[in-house]
């Protein structure tokens, strides 16, 4: 029973990894491309394109090297010289692609430096700063990957997981938090790039700052979410597979992983769609975005590329020139990373309405955020509703608020009381010097059940009349019943039951519900197609 | 999630009061609509979803029954997971329960079958079943819903017994009996040759004529049964060791009396002083003798559900009993043991014109004893311990 599931969890594993590692680079991505831009706005003289292409490539190292290192126990003597290693290759190749992109000749003055020992010489605040960056997005990739791991690409691991005790936070949870943690930095990451800092333009609210518009950072920013809720769907998946083996819960669906992926596609598409729609001042289009990232990813990959291709020349060059034969081409200038669009996508056209109305929508909206997360905060911390109850001034706003609510119901209903009655009297006295007709139609589906059998049995005496089955003022509804029946004889049971229903529901007080009122227009229906058989107008009505 | 969520929230706020709007906002839509599009997407698929099950509610020990349980959705949002937990009775199924996951696209349904074995008797819920649910995302809480339970009666087991020997005054009744007292002049099984004395009334006149001597009709004699089973599951009247298995033989023998009676086309009621678990106050539905076969499936679902229960002494339900019934009704008791307040209930019973008869279904030290006092009443007493000391008394009855 349990075979099943566990052979489909293995089966999907690859995939799964496959997946799982996608989004993770392209949310890596995301915050290299943000903080490039930081580092190009903010210190032009940097190589932010080398530095970007630096954290992409430990990325991609961290990724190859994973498996390894998860195999190994951390601090013994196997495990020490895979990570000296993996670092003295940092910081070999992290140095010298800062030297390179500088040019050839530093590159070789560089070289001379280390071979002679002046280590010092080399170390430039620009270095210590691509380290660090290094370290970061080194030790962001390890949690990414353990989480994932934990989540269900490791089996054995995510079983332990799940079998450790309550009170310790689940896997998905923490991958939530790295995410949303992370996601805290970038925003204010992506902000910091709109920030240029000048000593003489300045606006008037903070002098010596100019806001931009629009920065590519912002980009990144968004698009991080959008692969992080990618990212929590795919371990949202893991980690309910493992819950279920562990817990032996056969999987009957043959593919359930295969529609949740089709649904969570659908389900952040429509997202943001949907978020590309509210007004959010000057945007960029999602697409765009998209489209940016793209570009910026392909624009770092052939940099990467071409670093090798360079080095690769750069070592056939050095025995060449040894002989002083041929020189091969070396570009000495790093490939420059794709440009921000600095004018936004969107435009405010439309005129004062439109503008108008994306105000409302705007503060619409805030207004309906801020309340919901404060919902959501107070649900989630019962004790201090408990503790809101005890204070005086709370309950005091809690009487003051429910007094002003009755009182806006009492006034609505008095109001539309008011509304209602003198619209009827208005509508009766047009149609009583007949400068208004009455409406042909009624809403059925505003009709309350009494109301809906009043409708359906003054119908069948309204198309009974067109038959000359005319109903005499004298008559009462029973009577009436008779002389229809006996034209329709093959509707006996309905007109029964409609003028059964009809008597009820007009002389007496008993609540009258939906299902009566629908049995009825299944009654009403059959009689109506057996008056519509009937040959013009009927004898009886003429005896 | 708050941890972080909450942070994000205030972050994203003052940047987009600085930055006036644009990203941040779109930020803020972002994460806080996959929150709350999540949690109303979980919600709404779970509300969306019905269950259904389908089974014979009633079961005789030892069959399978199986259960048919419907999964349907009734909205056009596609529930992308869907955990089915159903609660069963470890006596019907041992350890593992049903359970599945499933998804179900929009207004889609699907179906499980599952079987319980009815191994022991009883009432059990099949149920409830838990459904749990949620958002692709996990931001916020799986969500459970639990769909009520339904009734699955297991009746008692029945051993069929050929013939028992159960006393009855009651006359004009089916049943074959050798008292001549009880004669019925409708079951004619014979004739023989008039002598001194023969009633009038008794001659076949036909016969005679054709045979040219006065001949009497011969009448099977016949008593009507009427009997009420009165069945003791007072804790403390079984011996502690074997209370379980005792109890539960007095309850198969009840069952399988019953179902003799009303094969024989005879009445039969029930009294039970144990618990039933799905009354109100816990005590029984007493049956009055009836005939049929409806009447025994009531009677047995009584007794497929009743349990033992403390403090409930025989000898005042005895006595209740004992004004209620009609003269001549045999009163069947079946008990782990009984002192001398039952014992004189019952003499008191065989006073009024009642047929008192005594089962043991308890081996007890005090066996002895109580056959000696019962001889004295003239109360006949059986000791079953075991469900064969009933076939060896259904064949010394038949002997007999």
């Known amino acids: ?543 | 999630m708050s941890g972080t969520f909450l942070p994000l929230l205030v972050v994203l706020l003052v940047i987009a009061a600085f930055m006036q709007g644009d990203f941040a906002l779109t930020v803020i839509y972002l994460v806080v609509g996959a929150l709350a599009a999540g949690m109303w997407w979980g919600r709404r698929a779970l509300s969306q979803v019905q269950t259904k099950r389908q089974f014979p509610n009633h079961a005789f020990l030892g069959e399978q029954v199986k259960i048919h349980l419907r999964v349907q959705n009734k909205g056009w949002l596609p529930v992308p997971w869907l955990e089915l937990r159903e609660t069963l009775p470890v006596a019907l199924v041992g350890p593992h329960g049903f359970q599945t996951v499933t998804n179900l696209g929009p207004r889609a349904d699907t179906h499980f079958e599952y079987s319980v074995q009815a191994r022991k008797r009883g009432y059990y819920p099949i149920g409830p079943l838990s459904v749990s649910t949620g958002d692709v995302l996990g931001l916020s809480d799986s969500l459970h819903v639990q769909t009520p339970s339904e009734a699955l009666i297991v009746y008692p087991k029945i051993i069929s017994l050929p013939s028992i020997e159960i006393p009855s005054h009651s006359p004009q009744g089916t049943l074959r009996h050798t008292l001549p007292l009880f004669e019925d002049p409708t079951r004619v099984f014979g004739k023989r040759g008039y002598t001194s004395g023969d009633s009038l009334r008794r001659i076949d006149w036909k016969s005679s004529a054709s045979s040219g001597r006065l001949q009497v009709k011969l009448f099977e004699p016949s008593i009507a049964l009427e009997t009420c089973i009165i069945l003791n599951l007072n804790a403390d009247d079984y011996y502690y060791r074997t209370r379980i298995d005792s109890s539960e033989l007095a309850i198969i023998i009840a069952a399988s009396i019953a179902n003799w009676i009303v094969e024989k086309k005879q009445m039969v009621g029930i009294t039970v002083n144990g618990r039933d678990p799905i009354l109100a106050g816990g005590k029984p539905q007493a049956l009055t003798p009836r005939k049929g076969k409806p009447h025994l499936m009531r009677l047995l679902e009584v007794l497929a559900r009743v349990e033992t229960i403390d403090g409930s002494p025989l000898a005042p339900l005895l006595q209740r009993q004992r004004y209620q019934l009609a003269w001549g009704t045999t009163l069947i008791v079946i008990t782990g043991t009984i002192n001398q307040d039952g014992l004189d209930e019952l003499h008191q019973a065989r006073q009024s014109g009642q047929n008192p008869m005594l089962i043991l279904a308890s081996k007890d030290f005090a066996d002895e004893a109580i056959r000696h006092r019962a001889n004295i009443y003239g109360i006949p007493v059986y000791s079953i311990t075991t469900e064969r000391d009933l076939q060896i008394w259904t064949k010394e009855s038949r002997r007999a």
């Open chain 1, 1 to 543: 029973m349990n075979k099943r599931s566990f052979s489909d969890s293995i089966a999907n594993r690859k995939v799964f990894q496959a997946i799982g590692y996608t989004l993770v680079f392209l949310m890596l991505a995301c915050g290299v491309m943000t903080l490039d831009i930081l580092i190009y706005r903010a210190l032009p003289s940097w190589h932010s394109g080398i530095i970007a292409a630096l954290l992409l490539f430990i990325v991609i190292d961290r990724f190859y090297t994973h498996r390894h290192f998860a195999s190994l126990t951390p601090l013994s003597r196997e495990w020490a010289l895979a990570l000296g290693t993996q670092w003295i290759l940092i910081l070999v190749v992290s140095r010298f692609l800062l030297s390179y992109a500088e040019g050839i000749d530093s590159l070789r003055s560089d070289l001379l430096l280390f071979t002679r020992g002046n280590l010092i010489e080399l170390i430039t605040p620009e270095y210590v700063f691509s380290l660090l960056l290094a370290l970061l997005f080194w030790y962001l990739t390890g949690q990414f990957l353990d989480l994932l791991d934990e989540s269900g690409l490791n089996q054995e691991l995510a079983l332990q997981e799940e079998q450790v005790p309550g009170g310790l936070i689940p896997v998905h949870q923490r991958l939530v938090s790295l995410i949303f943690s992370l996601g805290i930095g970038l925003v204010i990451v992506a902000a910091l790039t709109r920030v240029t800092i000048h000593a003489a333009a300045s606006t008037d609210r903070f002098p010596g700052v100019e806001v931009s518009r629009v920065s590519g950072g912002e980009a990144g920013a968004l698009l991080y979410f959008v692969f992080g809720l990618a990212l929590l769907s795919l371990s949202r998946l893991m980690s309910l597979q493992i819950h279920w083996n562990q817990l032996r819960i056969p999987v009957t669906s043959p593919n359930l992983a295969r529609q949740w992926g089709i649904y969570s596609i659908a389900f952040l598409l429509i997202l943001a769609a949907i978020v590309s729609l509210l007004p959010a001042g000057d945007s960029l289009g999602f697409f765009a975005v998209l489209r940016m990232l793209l570009g910026f990813l392909m624009a770092v990959l052939v940099f990467l590329g071409q670093i090798i291709i360079s080095l690769l020349f750069l070592l056939l060059s050095i025995p060449m020139r040894l002989f002083g034969r041929i020189t091969l081409p070396i570009s000495t200038v790093p490939p420059r990373l794709p440009t921000v669009p600095l004018e936004p996508v969107s435009s405010a056209a439309g005129g004062i309405p439109w503008a108008l109305i994306k105000s409302i929508l705007l503060w619409g909206a805030l207004v309906v955020i801020v309340v919901f997360s404060l919902i959501q905060f107070v649900r989630q911390h019962e004790g201090l509703l408990a503790a809101l109850r005890k204070s005086r001034m709370v309950n005091w706003l809690i009487t003051a608020w429910q007094w002003l609510s009755n009182a806006a119901v009492k006034t609505g209903g008095s109001l539309s009381h008011g509304i209602a009655a003198g619209w009827q009297s208005l509508v009766a006295r047009l149609e009583r010097r007949r400068l208004l007709s009455r409406a042909g139609w009624i809403n059925l589906r505003g009709l309350d059940p009494r109301r809906r059998i009043y409708f359906f049995y003054l119908a069948m005496l309204r198309r009974g009349a067109e038959k000359g089955l005319i109903r005499k003022p004298s008559q009462t509804p029973s009577e009436y019943a008779l002389i229809l029946e006996k034209e329709l004889p093959s509707a006996l049971e309905d007109i029964d039951s409609v003028t059964g229903a009809f008597i009820e529901a007009r002389y007496s007080r008993r609540d009258v519900n939906a299902s009566a009122a629908n049995a009825v227009r299944a009654a009403w229906g059959r009689i109506r197609q057996a008056l519509q058989k009937l040959p013009g107008p009927a004898k009886s009505n003429k005896r």
